[in-house]
């Protein structure tokens, strides 16, 4: 009787020993299929965030834009080797208002611009470039202007013998090849016998400033905030003199195809936006200490 009552007791323990490990497995299963299930909800949230991200990615536009990287103040390169200027930095601004755009910057000379427009190397050019007839007939240019460009004479500082093309007669003036600032200077002087000695050079304009300094020519043709900002730079002496020639509208250049007739048209409606808003005149004062774009400009002189 005793021994069957001592076996009773074992069975009734082993049994309770089961249940306890049935119950410790179910919870353990239990346990792991919610880490599982944890584990897969992250997953396809990641999943998904990646999904957008690459369709964000696909919807955004990469911009080539060629500068010229030592044209102050409109591009160049600052103390910490960083591209600004104001051209440069009004791109940026319509990259703020249209963020489906992105640009990236690429720098070399005057006379490689174009070409590398030409070649797509570039898909924009943003250069403080006007609309000559020759450029229109060949390229797409923005509606909308973002600055007006000035051309005046500059000679040494402290010089009061010039203040216009007639006092250069037996002088010689400075220009650099291609630039739209000749033309005022040019036709002047084909139109007074060609009285004018044109010494042209391939460099920019800071290598004019130097020989203007240095008494190898004596007056060039330029914008009065490029020249003082580019000799401020080097430590030279200019000044602008006289009357401007003329002033110039500024625009972004595009080739002629169907990626630039786009381009043109979504940068121009982001141009527009920014002058509405008021926020490329600000831009203008902020970097010449008064306004240049074009509406300020055509309402000055009426």
Wanted: proline share 3%; hydrophobic share 35%.
């Amino acid at each position: 009787m005793k021994k069957k009552l001592v076996l009773t007791i074992i069975a009734i323990f082993a049994f309770a020993g089961v249940l306890g490990g049935c119950g410790k497995q179910n919870a353990a299963a239990q346990t792991q299929t919610q880490e599982t299930e944890a584990v897969q909800a992250d997953t396809a949230e990641d999943t998904q965030e990646e999904a957008e991200t690459t369709t964000d990615s696909a919807e955004v536009t990469v911009v080539q834009v060629g500068t010229m990287g030592t044209y102050s103040p409109f591009s160049y390169y600052d103390e910490d080797d960083n591209l600004t200027g104001y051209d440069i930095e009004v791109v940026r601004k319509i990259e703020e208002i249209d963020p489906s755009l992105h640009f990236e910057f690429t720098s070399g000379p005057w006379d490689s611009l174009f070409p590398g427009l030409d070649s797509d190397k570039f898909q924009m050019l943003a250069n403080q470039i006007s609309g000559t007839d020759e450029r229109r007939e060949k390229y797409y240019l923005t509606e909308n202007s973002y600055h007006t460009a000035v051309n005046q004479l500059i000679v040494k500082g402290g010089r009061d013998d010039i203040n216009s093309l007639e006092d250069l007669q037996g002088k010689k003036i400075g220009l650099t090849v291609g630039d739209a600032h000749n033309i005022d200077v040019e036709k002047w002087n084909e139109a007074n016998g060609n009285i004018l000695e044109i010494v042209y050079y391939e460099e920019d304009v800071t290598t004019i400033l130097q020989d203007i300094v240095n008494g190898r020519i004596d007056a060039t043709a330029n914008d009065p905030a490029v020249a003082v900002s580019k000799a401020k730079l080097q430590g030279l002496d200019v000044q602008p003199v006289g009357e401007p020639f003329s002033t110039t509208p500024v625009f972004f250049i595009f080739k002629q195809d169907d990626t630039g007739k786009d381009l043109r048209d979504r940068i121009d409606a982001a141009l527009g936006q920014l002058i509405e808003s008021g926020e490329l005149s600000g831009l203008s004062v902020e970097w010449f200490g008064s306004d240049y774009t074009p509406q300020t400009m055509l309402s000055d002189n009426k």
